[in-house]
């Protein structure tokens, strides 16, 4: 119902940037939240930044001051520019977004099927 494809994920030296998007595209009513999330091997997926179809953004401790959320609503895409990279930045990253695909339907989450983001130290 609702499709997310990521792109921008590569190998980047520590220190360097990288800029991820997000498109979400099929039958959406409307969209409310969509995010980043990242799961690095061994470890839980976390969040990473959010951003509310207002434009609020939150952000993880670990990325504050370094990457930035940002949401283009007239093409249901989002951004995140990662500046700063670390190696412990390393993992899949997944976009998800909260959505209703039909008037009157409620909100269900959508997940893509993630880029990877490697740093390299």
């Known amino acids: 119902q609702v499709q997310l494809v990521e792109s921008g994920g590569g190998l980047v030296q520590a220190g360097g940037s990288l800029r991820l998007s997000c498109a979400a595209s099929?039958?959406?009513?409307?969209?409310?939240?969509m995010g980043w999330h990242r799961q690095a091997p061994g470890n839980q997926r976390e969040l990473v930044a959010a951003?509310?179809?207002?434009?609020?953004?939150n952000y993880a401790d670990s990325v504050k001051g370094r990457f930035t959320i940002s949401r283009d609503n007239a093409k249901n895409t989002i951004y995140l520019q990662m500046n700063s990279l670390k190696a412990e930045d390393t993992a899949v990253y997944y976009c998800?977004?909260?959505?209703?695909?039909?008037?009157?339907?409620?909100?269900?989450?959508?997940w893509g099927q993630g880029t990877q983001v490697t740093v390299s130290s």
């Open positions: 998800k977004t909260n959505a209703v695909v039909g008037y009157g339907t409620p909100s269900s989450d959508y």
């Open positions: 099929g039958r959406i009513f409307s969209i409310n939240t």
């Open positions: 951003i509310t179809n207002a434009g609020t953004t």
